[in-house]
């Protein structure tokens, strides 16, 4: 019997319920699904495939997930890199309003090529990322053979996009985008989060996903201080119970950060079978306060939570490296709550079958087990740092980085090998969001060279910024802290 694919004589790290490791193992991918997974015979080499892989010096392990991130900025890596806090939130907030009114189309269309390609060429197989106007992600990582989720973010308190609009394009969005590219691209129902949304919108929301049932809702929730303040502003006691009140605090519901909760918070996740994804390196380069409290993930997951891990905002933290994100969580963790917080397998779960529970498909994929899809990646082992290949689930998540993937595969299809980008054609990508980001540059007069990026003036950035919305948001937050002290 032939097959699509076959791997022979490499360390497989299969991630299955007892984190089985084989130390020459052998992996069969056929009409795109895992066939076997089982210890290398002596002619597995010679076996009939149409493509077989020498795995010697080599690791196979399931597919990243990326549980979180914004996809439509990608070209603007670097932009960001030097600014404070509050010019950040500023210029990102002036952005966000233009691209809902459909703005720099060419700078997203570019921005999500380019994250297709640095996603394949870093691993990541399945990505969950919520932007403006999504549809431009969902069909640059549909026909690159990428998997991913993909849903319009709702708000009425972020920007000045009228609420109905914003309802319409979600409901636009699922009924064309939901299921296809033969099922590899899904929709989500995304309210942005916890702060910049009304208990009408919430309400809203809760009305959409009752009518899409297997749809995951993705959200970011308990990511500042004033996500309760806004909840207790909503009319609830916080931000949990505003969401279990609208009938969202469920297994549907993906949350983004989670980095203010208390206790209580920890055991109603778990108590509702909610995840988490958990995204530090965003926060730790820009930690708006240095005594705010960490997502408390070692809690989370003792508590039952499932956790996976995400890049959010790769273009401000100037990385699409996945596997870096392991490493951060780890130290991110020691610092706050001492050492020893993860064993390395909990780590590499995290990145993989965590990712794919907490979007409702850790059956399909996540894995590397017989029956599942074949979404796998290959690591290549011969670079001195990981000898002598010892701990090899410590070696990925301390030592391995995106530069270390030689291959990846999703539903069976080699997207990469041997270092070469096949589903896509990298030079012309890389030449458009050079062409984007120069067009931008000029339109905004922002400044972006090899030496650095300076932004425009603050009053350009104010000419931008929406006004009903956010001047709503303040008026709610401050009037609600004058009802808390008294």
Known sequence: MTADILIHD????????????????????????????????????????????????????????????????????GAFSEMGLGELFADMTALCEQLGRGRYEYLVEAGCDLAALNFIRSGITTTNAMDALPSRGAEAFGKAGLRGFFGPWISDLFWDIPEDEQFERARSFIEEYHGSYDGRIQATVCPHDDWSCSRDVWERTAN????????????????????????????????????????????????????????????????????????????????????????????????????????????????????????????????????????????????????ARALGVGDEIGSIEPGKRADLIVLD??????????????????????????????????????????????????KRAETAVKRFGDDLGWEMDFDGSDPPSHLRTACDLPKRGPAHLVARLGLQHIKDKF
Not at 283 to 310: K, M
Not at 385 to 407: H, M, Q, R, W, Y
Request: proline share 5%; charged share 25%.
């Open 10 to 77: 490499a360390i497989v790290l299969t991630v299955d319920a007892e984190n089985h490791l084989y130390r020459n193992g052998t992996v069969v991918v056929d009409n795109g699904a895992i066939r076997e997974v089982r210890p290398s015979e002596p002619n597995d080499a010679d076996a009939a495939a149409d493509t077989v892989i020498d795995g010697r010096d080599r690791l196979v392990m399931p597919g990243l997930v990326n549980a979180h991130a914004h996809l439509e900025l990608t070209a603007l890596t």
């Open 208 to 355: 959409l996903a009752t009518e899409y049932p297997d749809l995951p809702v993705h959200t970011h929730l308990l990511e500042l201080d004033a996500s309760n303040t806004m909840a207790r502003a909503n009319d609830a006691e916080d931000s949990l119970a505003l969401l279990e009140e609208v009938g969202l605090l469920n297994e549907r519901l993906v949350a983004a950060h989670f980095r203010v909760a208390d206790d209580d918070d920890t055991e109603r996740m778990a108590a509702n079978d909610a995840s988490v994804a958990h995204c530090p390196s965003i926060f730790c380069y820009w930690e708006p306060d240095g005594e705010t409290e960490w997502t408390p993930v070692p809690s989370l997951r003792e508590a039952g939570t499932t956790v996976g891990l995400g890049l959010d905002d790769h273009y401000w933290h100037d990385s699409s490296d996945l596997l870096g994100e392991a490493r951060q969580t780890r130290l991110a963790a020691n610092l706050s709550f001492g050492t020893n917080q993860f064993h390395s397998m909990e780590l590499i779960r995290m990145l993989t079958i965590d990712g």
């Open 381 to 430: 082992l011969t670079d001195p740092k990981f000898a002598p290949k010892t701990n090899i689930p410590a070696l990925v998540v301390n030592t391995a980085t995106a530069g270390d993937v030689e291959s990846t595969i999703v539903d069976g299809e080699l997207l990469m090998h041997d270092n070469e980008v096949r589903s896509l054609d990298p030079g012309p990508i890389c």
